[in-house]
């Protein structure tokens, strides 16, 4: 099995800046993409960010593009999201995700590509 916690939420005002981490273990963390999602209260959850399994590819939600970036450290066996200029609409609880392809050739965007999901972790932007 393949266990997948998330750090690195909290309360920020807008215009702040939040890292959030993802420590993966249970299986070959390198050979897999993984993707960062997250849902708002009343929202269907909804794709942020995603990396290709090598780091080589990256691709953004249009709501973050420019704000924030995805990162992976494949010897920490950690995915990251850095996100800055933050904004009260992207409060909400955010789930790291790995995808159920081994060296996938895309990053994908579907919540139904990934197999293993974190607890979830809160992030509140105040205006």
């Known amino acids: 099995q393949v266990q997948l916690v998330e750090s690195g939420g909290g309360l920020v005002q807008a215009g702040g800046s939040l890292r959030l981490s993802c420590a993966a273990s249970?299986?070959?963390?390198?050979?897999?993409?993984m993707g960062w999602f997250r849902q708002a209260p009343g929202k269907e959850r909804e794709f942020v960010a995603g990396?290709?399994?090598?780091?080589?590819?990256?691709y953004y939600a249009d709501s973050v593009k420019g704000r924030f970036t995805i990162s992976r450290d494949n010897a920490k066996n950690t995915v990251y999201l850095q996100m800055t200029s933050l904004k009260p609409e992207d409060t909400a609880v955010y789930y790291c995700?790995?995808?159920?392809?081994?060296?996938?050739?895309?990053?994908?965007?579907?919540?139904?590509?990934?197999?293993?999901w974190g607890q979830g972790t809160q992030v509140t932007v105040t205006s």
């Open positions: 995700a790995a995808d159920s392809t081994i060296y996938g050739s895309i990053v994908y965007l579907s919540q139904y590509e990934y197999e293993y």
């Open positions: 249970g299986r070959t963390f390198s050979r897999y993409g």
């Open positions: 990396i290709k399994w090598s780091g080589a590819s990256t």
